[in-house]
């Protein structure tokens, strides 16, 4: 056994994020997922949520995905949790398909504000990831918006009499309240109306997250590649840490982030199941004969 096995075997921590892992919205549409594919063929239109163990379980179960309503083989197809525009469930509906919708609530929440807020007469702006499929599903029914992400995003704005703004989910809300006031102070003469759609799990776990990095010597991030919770959560850990990992699971823990410390923060995204961060936490503690 190597002295810095020794010295983890008495002094190292595991500390896990006080809130992390999967939300409701995203359990509910695997459950649905499951329970629709189980009674008849589905096809799953785009991912159902980014996550690729929970994707390729649901495939393993004989569930289908497709990016385009036309390659869709099924007579029932799912929209996704990240949830659609009414456009492309015409579309979708144009190919003779029955839907079935798996959008999450707090996104659906999103959808109402954005579409009130036109219809008060302000000009919709979404903060969030441009081409994402959340920001995709909330801006494709608008003749008008913009996306924006950052202070130059804010920059290029043409002016408008009144802003009316909301947040993809997954943001964090610290950084969209940021924007707001940049939006705010560049258009002085303008009415700005800011309606906060960041979704509470999201909060709840950027908050934990800060909390935990702040602990921790090493954070590791569990989730999808392509998640942008899991991205917001690794820019977080970043602010308050300076060795911090995104991993898609265990085998991706390389031996040499985790020597020579004492405290391993371990933080999920909402789309990560339980037994995903277990089997990392179970890595970590192999890794150093914890």
């Known amino acids: 056994?190597?002295?810095?096995?020794?010295?983890?075997?008495v002094k190292l921590t595991v500390l896990r994020a006080s809130h992390m892992g999967m939300c409701f919205g995203v359990r509910d549409a695997i459950h649905l997922a499951k329970q629709v594919g189980k009674a008849r063929p589905l096809t799953?239109?785009?991912?159902?949520?980014?996550?690729?163990?929970?994707?390729?379980?649901?495939?393993?179960?004989?569930?289908?995905?497709?990016?385009?309503?036309?390659?869709?083989?099924?007579?029932?197809?799912?929209?996704?949790?990240?949830?659609?525009?009414?456009r492309a469930r015409i579309r979708a509906r144009s190919e003779g398909l029955q839907l079935r919708d798996?959008?999450?609530?707090?996104?659906?929440?999103?959808?109402?504000?954005?579409?009130?807020?036109?219809?008060?007469?302000?000009?919709?702006?979404?903060i969030g990831r441009h081409g994402h499929v959340e920001v995709r599903g909330l801006t494709e029914d608008l003749d008008q918006v913009d996306v924006v992400l950052s202070e130059k995003d804010i920059d290029l704005l043409e002016f408008q009499p009144r802003f009316g703004v909301v947040a993809q989910t997954t943001q964090p809300i610290a950084r969209v309240r940021e924007l707001?006031?940049?939006?705010?102070?560049?258009?002085?003469?303008?009415?700005?109306?800011?309606?906060?759609?960041?979704?509470?799990?999201?909060?709840?776990?950027?908050?934990?997250?800060?909390?935990?990095?702040?602990?921790?010597?090493?954070?590791?991030?569990v989730g999808g590649a392509s998640s942008n919770n899991t991205r917001e959560l690794c820019r977080t850990c970043s602010n308050y840490c300076d060795r911090v990992h995104h991993v898609q699971g265990a085998g991706d823990i390389?031996?040499?982030?985790?020597?020579?410390?004492?405290?391993?923060?371990?933080?999920?995204?909402?789309?990560?199941p339980d037994e995903q961060i277990d089997a990392v936490e179970n890595r970590v503690h192999s890794i150093l004969n914890c």
């Open 44 to 86: 799953i239109l785009g991912q159902l949520v980014h996550n690729a163990r929970v994707l390729e379980d649901l495939k393993n179960q004989g569930v289908q995905f497709e990016d385009k309503p036309e390659a869709v083989e099924t007579k029932v197809a799912m929209i996704s949790a990240h949830g659609a525009s009414e």
């Open 180 to 221: 707001v006031e940049y939006l705010q102070a560049r258009f002085p003469e303008s009415e700005v109306q800011f309606v906060d759609t960041v979704c509470q799990p999201t909060k709840q776990r950027q908050s934990a997250a800060e909390e935990l990095a702040r602990k921790s010597d090493v954070v590791l991030v």
């Open 254 to 272: 390389r031996i040499e982030w985790l020597m020579e410390l004492n405290t391993i923060g371990i933080t999920a995204g909402t789309s990560t």
């Open 1 to 9: 056994m190597t002295t810095n096995t020794l010295q983890h075997k």
């Open 102 to 126: 798996a959008t999450c609530p707090l996104v659906d929440f999103a959808h109402k504000q954005v579409k009130e807020l036109v219809n008060l007469g302000y000009h919709p702006v979404v």
